[in-house]
């Protein structure tokens, strides 16, 4: 049974920085894309930063430069730092590996941790 479990939301003033884990179970992780999504109150989930099996990795431009994605392939998980937080990034976050073969497309989310912006 796969299972994606996030921590590291929480409450942090504007500028501050949090990091997310998102740790995978039941997978093979390293053949798997890694991604963070994100979904505020009243609008569409978005995707924030993208990392694939083989590292390349991508950002919304709301993001670049402030977030980084990285991933620990022996730990099985997936991080989100996020650094000069603004309220505007405050959101229900969510890790999502996918992966893609000749057979069936995987696709497993996690259950969403709250980032709150706020001083």
């Known amino acids: 049974q796969v299972q994606l479990v996030e921590s590291g939301g929480g409450l942090v003033q504007p500028g501050g920085s949090l990091r997310l884990s998102c740790a995978a179970s039941g997978i093979i992780f390293g053949a798997y894309s890694t991604d963070w999504h994100r979904q505020a109150p009243g609008k569409q989930r978005e995707l924030v930063a993208a990392?694939?099996?083989?590292?390349?990795?991508n950002y919304a431009d709301s993001v670049k430069g402030r977030f980084t994605i990285s991933r620990d392939n022996v730990k099985r998980t997936v991080y989100l730092q996020m650094n000069s937080l603004k309220p505007e990034d405050t959101a229900v976050y969510y890790c999502?590996?996918?992966?893609?073969?000749?057979?069936?497309?995987?696709?497993?989310w996690g259950q969403g941790t709250q980032v709150t912006v706020s001083s």
């Open positions: 999502n590996v996918h992966a893609t073969t000749r057979l069936r497309n995987y696709d497993y």
């Open positions: 990392m694939t099996s083989g590292g390349s990795t």
